[in-house]
Every structure is written in C-alpha cells, then in structure tokens.
C-alpha cells in the first residue's frame, strides 16, 4: 500500500496533459531527457534553452514536440 503516485512511463506517452517542464514552469512538457542520475522533463521553451547542456549531459532525448501543436487526441 506504498503507492501514493501512479506512474506513468508508457514510451512515448510522457507527453500527456499531467506533464509539467522540470524547468519550474506551468508549461506541458514534451521532451524526455534521461541522464544518468535520473529523468527530466522539459517543455518546448525550455528544452530550446537548456539544449547544448542537456545534449551534453543527458544520454537520451525522447522529443515529442511535433505533438505540441495537436489540439485535440481525437480530432484526425
Ligand atoms: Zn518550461
């Protein structure tokens, strides 16, 4: 009975409404980056402005940003 936060870490599917930018920021995210020490999550801003330290440090980037400009998940 320890779980107190379900987790969701479906691939690819970080980018879901409950994704907030690491970065202190109210924004959705939709980039992953994994470092050795853990994961982050940033939004299109912040991830553009972070980009050379976090290509330098991380050791994988899942960028979801193309789904930025999806509106709707039903919408064809
Ligand atoms: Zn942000």
Redesign the pocket.
């Known amino acids: 009975m320890q779980d107190t936060m379900e987790k969701t870490t479906a691939s690819s599917g970080f980018a879901s409404k409950q994704s907030?930018?690491?970065?202190?920021?109210?924004?959705q995210?939709f980039v992953l980056v994994k470092f050795l020490t853990g994961e982050l999550l940033?939004?299109?801003?912040?991830?553009d402005?972070y980009e050379a330290a976090i290509l330098k440090d991380s050791y994988e980037v899942i960028d979801e940003r193309h789904r930025i400009n999806e509106k709707s998940e039903s919408s064809a």
Do not use: N, T
């Open positions: 907030r930018c690491d970065a202190k920021c109210p924004a995210a940033f939004c299109g801003h912040h991830f402005k």
